[in-house]
């Protein structure tokens, strides 16, 4: 009698096709890791690009708003007001042909009569960070500070009161205007920002974004924001 051996293991070509559909899965999973990992990176992204610029906000219309503060409200002859030209600025002079903007409060100890009085002067710029990335500084006379970076530009209009139509001599603003047409009294500031994220190759291709009226297509694939404020100057206030 003939034994009949049954045949053992798979052939090549079965083998091929379990390569193949293995092949298929694992690009699938990666596939799917690579998308989740760029849908991280752009989340996480924007939603530092979005803090950056309230953040920057926060602390440029705090200081705004105290502009022309007088630590004493009463002042005896002859000394003058400490601040008279509390707000000021520059145009296109930082990095990226953004606006500097100057701001001057009172921080006298209020003794009387009143003989010295120390004016505190606060400069915000844009400049080169620590990393490279544009980012806004402040400078309070004595340091000069990284506030928060991915800033790229800063862009200021004073609003000019001319007719005087408050009860102390200061009303709501006429027009805006920029710092170099300034020759009347600033009652407010609208404030704009350019924000960009920190890391490039986000989206597929450049993406234009509008600002100062200008619509630009960048080189690189960062996402860009713009964040903009009208801020009254309290101290100016009817």
């Not at 503060?69 to 007001?81: E, G, I, N, Q, V």
């Not at 400069?123 to 400078?139: C, E, R, V, W």
């Not at 990284?146 to 609003?159: D, P, T």
Request: proline content about 5%; glycine content about 8%.
């Amino acid at each position: 009698m003939k034994n009949n051996h049954s045949q053992t293991g798979i052939s090549l070509i079965e083998i091929m096709i379990a390569l193949l559909i293995g092949a298929f899965l694992i690009g699938g999973v990666l596939q799917i890791f690579i998308g989740s990992k760029q849908t991280y990176r752009m989340q996480e992204n924007l939603s530092r690009l979005q803090e950056n610029g309230r953040f920057a906000m926060d602390f440029l219309a705090k200081d705004i708003r105290m502009a022309g503060y007088r630590a004493c409200l009463t002042f005896t002859s002859p000394s003058p007001d400490p601040v008279p030209w509390p707000i000021n600025g520059t145009n296109d002079a930082g990095l990226n042909a953004s606006d500097t903007i100057i701001i001057q409060m009172s921080t006298s100890n209020c003794s009387f009569p009143l003989t010295s009085t120390t004016v505190l002067t606060i400069t915000y710029s844009i400049k080169a960070g620590a990393s490279g990335q544009p980012a806004l500084f402040k400078n309070d006379g004595i340091t000069t500070r990284e506030l928060v970076e991915g800033i790229e530009n800063m862009q200021i209009l004073y609003g000019v009161d001319i007719d005087s139509d408050g009860t102390l001599g200061y009303g709501t603003p006429n027009y805006y205007v920029p710092a170099s047409s300034v020759t009347n009294k600033v009652v407010s500031i609208r404030l704009s920002l350019l924000a960009a994220t920190l890391d490039d190759n986000l989206t597929i291709q450049p993406q234009p974004y509008t600002f100062k009226g200008t619509t630009t297509t960048p080189t690189d694939r960062k996402i860009r924001r713009v964040f903009t404020s009208t801020i009254a100057l309290r101290n100016r206030l009817p």
